[in-house]
């Protein structure tokens, strides 16, 4: 049941577009655009933003960078706008 | 989002660190749209790189429930632009990179090689080329591809069908341009696109 649903293109896809029907069916390179893109999602994750994601922990707000670094805490609590 | 300037609320640390693990999840994600967008792998990873300090730095401007890719992708495109601006990106494309880019799995049969397709979406002006990238690769609406770029949704619909019009012309009769042509032209037409889409809300909100 499912499988002749497949085969159709779905309406909806074009549905107010101003270019042509044509343009719109997914082209023999749709497929290989999204596995571009995949092939990149992928990927290992390198270890740079690992590192850099590990970083943000240290900081909580990024704004105020105190350079003796004991200032996370009162960075939170003097902040109490609203 | 229909409100103004409405002070955004303090995060507490549960709320960072679901943002981060959030941030975390949408880094790959990041990496493949800006590896479309630019075209090289380690100017790519700078740009997320960037957009990951400006999107920790801007945390609470970020509406939880929301797409966190959508609004990720918005920064990203702002440092992609930006670059642009300065010119990063113009003129040093090659086909080694492309190469490099392609992980293209060996035992494929298409019928259409991915390099070449590569080179067909690097050739396309920015703004088709991104159109593209978000509804055909990362699978947003054209409603979401509109809201990340900040145009309506006609002009979306249009760049995705002219974009598709072009690489189908590019791919099935073969015309692929070379790669440094159209760089200039694509770059000039971006930075007319700049001043009207970015103009001074370079920021991290995707609804200004």
């Known amino acids: 049941m499912a499988t002749e649903k497949k085969s159709e293109i779905d309406p ?5 577009d101003k270019t042509s029907d044509k343009e719109n069916e997914a082209p023999a390179w749709a497929d290989g655009l999204k596995e571009l893109y995949d092939s990149v999602v992928d990927e290992p994750l390198p270890d740079s933003f690992l590192e850099l994601l590990e970083k943000f922990d240290d900081e909580p707000a990024a704004k105020d960078s105190d350079p ?11 902040d109490k706008s609203n | 989002m229909g409100d103004a300037k ?6 507490t640390a549960a709320e960072r660190a679901q943002f981060k693990r ?9 990496r493949a749209f800006a590896r479309g967008l630019c075209g090289h792998p380690d100017l790519a990873d700078d740009l997320v790189q960037e957009t990951l300090l400006k999107s920790w730095a801007a945390q609470d401007r970020f509406q939880p429930g929301t797409s966190i890719r959508a609004w990720t992708f918005v920064i990203l495109r702002n440092a992609y632009l930006t670059e642009m601006r300065r010119n990063r990106f113009r003129g040093d494309y090659d086909e080694t990179t492309a190469e490099r880019i392609l992980t293209a799995p060996a ?7 991915l390099s070449d397709l590569h080179r067909g979406l690097q050739a396309l002006p920015p703004e088709r080329r991104e159109a593209l990238l978000l509804v055909g690769a990362g699978g947003f609406s054209y409603e979401e591809a509109a809201d990340i770029c900040g145009c309506a949704l006609g002009t979306i619909k249009s760049r995705v069908g002219r974009a598709r019009a072009a690489l189908n012309d590019m791919l099935s009769k073969g015309s692929l341009p070379d790669e440094n042509r159209g760089k200039d032209s694509a770059h000039r037409s971006i930075l007319d696109e700049l001043d009207r889409v970015v103009g001074g809300s370079a920021k991290a909100s995707p609804s200004e």
């Not at chain 1, 909806?12 to 107010?16: F, L, Q, T, V, Y």
């Not at chain 1, 003796?68 to 003097?78: E, H, I, L, W």
């Open chain 2, 107 to 113: 035992d494929q049969e298409e019928p259409i090689h």
């Open chain 2, 22 to 30: 959030d941030l975390t999840e949408v880094v790959p994600h990041l």
């Open chain 1, 12 to 16: 909806s896809s074009s549905e107010g």
């Open chain 2, 6 to 11: 409405q002070p955004p609320p303090v995060r």
């Open chain 1, 68 to 78: 003796k670094g004991n200032g996370q805490d009162s960075a939170n609590t003097s």
